[in-house]
């Protein structure tokens, strides 16, 4: 992947540089003059100088989150305002060059034909340079809901084969007649889990609390076949419904706790979903019982974890983490980090992504 600080620096570099060659060989060609060589290399250093700061203002002021309605109003303005503003950074160049002349230069008609023209590159730059973020988002897109897919797929394929359905089929059977009460929260349990795995809808986030109820029914009917087998805490800090997570992300790590941790103990073991919000960060553990070995090959497992680092790293960028730490030689830790910029409150003043 083309570092993108790296990138940005080449386009302006080799943009505004080509922009001095053009003025610069053209004032050579026709007057000779050194001094506005001079001045006009300068020039193609403040136009570089000027939209690095505007850039800057651009990402502070997160423009990117704008609709069109917001956003070409500030565009207009900004470039208008860039436009005089270089216009008249260049009469304090000029004035040291000797080139400087009051009548010309405070001229109406000078200052808006000239400032036009500069707002009119302004502009330019500004519609390449959100060209340029609109591809990137839309490529991130693509390759975030090609990820969702590969996900549901194989979540499908755990969820949904014939070892499964048995499994809870067959312990659900076995509650109808000594405790119609739980086999029928077990239905619903399953159903619950079912719909949301065949969602026609593809959502690149969900709330946590939705997540947290997906988990509870896949616990709900583990802890059915299991019986006392699997123990299950739960310690969820209520800010964390605040926050937006991957759909299915956190139920597919419970799923590998259980299934390559807790499920090889002969005793059975303990499963802990913890989360707590930490300077607008929501951190998840999830605690089983068991061992984790680094080269052992889990091809489940495995695919699990990459994908779900993968969609992490798509979403928040550098700000998500996902780590796996054996705690001791009985326990196994999955801790996720994910910032609060996707709050839910946040997410929806900018959904238009």
């Not at 386009?11 to 922009?19: F, S, T």
């Not at 060659?21 to 004032?27: D, E, L, T």
């Amino acid at each position: 992947m083309v570092n993108k600080v790296r990138l940005y620096w080449s386009l302006q570099l080799g943009g505004w540089a080509l922009y001095a060659i053009i003025q610069v060989g053209f004032s050579l060609f026709t007057s000779g003059n050194a001094e506005r060589s001079l001045f006009l290399a300068i020039e193609a250093v403040l136009c570089l100088l000027i939209t690095h700061a505007y850039r800057h203002l651009i990402v502070k002021a997160r423009w990117m989150n704008l609709s069109l309605r917001g956003l070409i109003p500030r565009v207009l303005a900004s470039t208008v305002v860039l436009g005089l503003l270089l216009y008249f950074l260049r009469l304090l160049v000029s004035m040291p060059l000797g080139l400087f002349n009051g009548r010309v230069a405070f001229n109406p008609v000078n200052i808006l034909g000239l400032s036009a023209t500069f707002m009119v590159i302004f502009f330019l730059w500004t519609v390449f340079y959100f060209l340029y973020h609109y591809f990137e988002s839309y490529n991130k897109s693509l390759k975030l809901e090609a990820s969702l897919k590969e996900t549901e797929l194989n979540i499908l394929k755990s969820q949904l084969n014939p070892h499964f359905i048995f499994n809870a089929l067959n312990s659900i059977r076995a509650l109808v007649d000594e405790n119609p009460t739980k086999a029928k929260l077990a239905i619903n349990q399953l159903s619950n889990i079912l719909r949301n795995s065949l969602a026609k809808e593809k959502k690149g986030l969900t709330s946590f609390s939705d997540e947290l109820t997906l988990v509870r029914d896949y616990l709900g009917l583990e802890m059915i076949r299991f019986e006392e087998r699997l123990r299950v805490e739960l310690e969820i800090d209520p800010e964390s419904n605040d926050f937006l997570v991957p759909p299915m992300m956190v139920q597919t790590l419970v799923e590998n706790g259980i299934k390559h941790g807790i499920s090889k103990l002969t005793s059975g073991g303990l499963i802990r979903l913890q989360t707590k919000v930490e300077d607008d960060y929501l951190k998840i553990h999830i605690r089983n019982s068991g061992r984790f070995i680094v080269h052992e090959k889990m091809p489940d497992s495995g695919l699990g974890l990459e994908n779900t680092r993968h969609r992490l790293k798509l979403i928040y960028g550098d700000e998500a983490s996902l780590k796996i730490i054996t705690e001791s030689d009985n326990f196994v830790v999955t801790e996720i980090t994910i910032p609060h910029v996707y709050a839910i409150k946040k997410h929806e003043s900018t959904d238009r992504r």
